[in-house]
């Protein structure tokens, strides 16, 4: 097997980057790939009948899926997150414990509520990781969806600049969320990013974690131009296939990982990290200003400036300042709440109280320009001056263990200059690896 893989890998022209990938094993660092593998229940046969799916014919989804585990288990990362695994298949669930569990990995798998049929599988290896904590996450929203979270430890210290004092720890979250077909729907990925963090604020809080890196891993349904993306950047997670290639955030056009159902071709597949630092904004001013920000496109695309769009706010009254019953309207107008996956009234009234500076029960031309319009948060840095491209804050003395992005590869390798190849047949996603190496950092207590 692992000759004709070899040979397989060769005649694709990949060998060299399969390669690179597998030299970390002889190198003091680990390894993460996240990868969308097409459930054969939305994997469609024929353009012209829409209903023929890969699920009602046995020999092509075993098929693929055997190929699938066999690139997996030849890149043989640390850390294997796979989106719209076939839970409900239980030969296919069978076939990728046994091949992974053969091979040392352990796998946890998770099926999205209501019966949906597929989920998630992450994967971590005995060699590198010894897991300390799992937990399922259900948003119970809108679409189904759901995320997990893994707790692990490195087994070994995996540099001589480290040691046994500190553990190195890591929190791993593989995710897909909701697609957005239409507008609406990009309030509710947004609110699914949140209740990540949340989450995963709580767990390190109930366990009284210090500052350990985490990663999130998996298909987010969403460009660099997105909200999503920005609330994440604006927590202090960096993109690693990015910060791998020295990409801004400008960059979003150099690279693509998905041809959706419409035929579109957009980069959506992340391996985002988190390294442990004094810098993150908390997290419910981040949520606040990701929202406003969605209300200022929201308002921008209906052509109002800065002064239309204050008067649109406060239509309901003839004051020069926006009531919480114009907001509220404002809110229903732009379709942000009113529906059963809109705003709720709690958080309606969260982003009022973040939007009222001073309390009074009223929304001035200067509190609609700092925070809705040209929002300029007490605790918002777009800027860091003490940190490096990997998200490492420098001037602290306190010491723990974070990463640095060695190298990241698409495959296909089209993907990588914008292009998608017809010939690829695996998947609708290229699979994300991305290389990590350990190393000391200094950090500060959690916000």
């Known amino acids: ?57 046995r020999a092509y989804w075993l098929a693929r899926n055997h190929r699938i585990l066999d690139w997996l288990l030849y890149e043989r990362s640390s850390i294997i997150c796979l989106q719209e695994f076939w839970v409900g298949n239980e030969e296919l669930v069978n076939m990728y414990e046994k091949r992974l569990g053969d091979a040392g990995y352990l796998s946890f798998k998770l099926a999205r509520t209501n019966n949906r ?81 949340q989450h995963v604020e709580s767990y390190q809080k109930e366990y009284n974690l210090n500052p350990i890196p985490i990663i999130l891993c998996g298909d ?22 990015d910060t791998a290639h020295q990409y801004t955030d400008a960059d979003a056009h150099k690279w693509v990982s998905h041809r959706n159902h419409r035929g579109n071709i957009c980069g959506v597949d992340f391996i985002w990290l988190l390294n442990p630092n004094k810098y993150r904004k908390l997290l419910k001013a981040s949520w606040s200003e990701a929202v406003f920000g969605m209300f200022k496109y929201l308002l921008r695309r209906a052509s109002l400036t800065e002064y239309d769009a204050f008067a649109f706010l406060k239509a309901d009254n003839d004051g020069d300042y926006i009531t919480y019953s114009g907001f509220c309207e ?11 996956h809109g705003l ?91 290389v990590f190496s350990p190393i000391r950092m200094p950090c500060s207590p959690l916000s």
């Not at 003091?28 to 459930?39: G, H, Q, R, W, Y």
């Not at 897991?131 to 979270?149: C, M």
């Not at 997105?226 to 690693?240: A, D, E, I, P, T």
């Open 1 to 57: 097997m692992r000759t004709k893989m070899k040979g397989r890998i060769s005649r694709i022209g990949s060998y060299a980057i399969a390669s690179s990938i597998r030299d970390h094993h002889q190198q003091p660092s680990i390894t993460c790939t996240t990868f969308n593998i097409l459930a054969p229940i939305y994997k469609r046969l024929s353009n012209e009948d829409q209903s023929c799916r890969e699920s009602d014919y």
């Open 117 to 197: 049929g597929d989920g998630l599988l992450t994967a971590v290896h005995k060699d590198y990781f010894r897991v300390i904590n799992y937990r399922d996450l259900l948003f119970n929203d809108f679409g189904d969806r759901v995320a997990q979270l893994l707790h692990v430890e490195l087994v070994v210290p995996y540099s001589e600049c480290l040691n046994d004092e500190l553990r190195q720890e890591i929190l791993i979250v593989n995710t897909h969320l909701l697609f957005p077909h239409d507008s609406s729907l990009c309030l509710v990925r947004l609110q699914q990013v949140y209740k990540i963090l």
């Open 220 to 241: 987010w349904n969403g460009s660099k131009r997105g909200h999503v993306y920005k609330f994440l950047r604006s927590q202090g997670f960096v993109s690693s296939y």
């Open 330 to 340: 404002a809110l229903q107008q732009l379709n942000l709440t009113g529906h059963h």
């Open 344 to 434: 709720s009234d709690e958080e309606t009234r969260d982003l009022w109280v973040q939007a009222d500076i001073d309390g009074n029960g009223l929304l001035d031309y200067k509190e609609f320009q700092l925070r809705i319009w040209k929002p300029t948060w007490a605790d918002q840095r777009d800027e860091f001056s003490n940190e490096d491209e990997n998200g490492v804050v420098t001037g602290s003395q306190d010491q723990t263990i974070g990463f640095s992005v060695k190298n990241a590869v698409l495959f296909p390798p089209e993907v990588e200059k914008g292009m998608w190849p017809e010939n690829y047949s695996l998947s609708d996603h290229a699979r994300l690896t991305v």
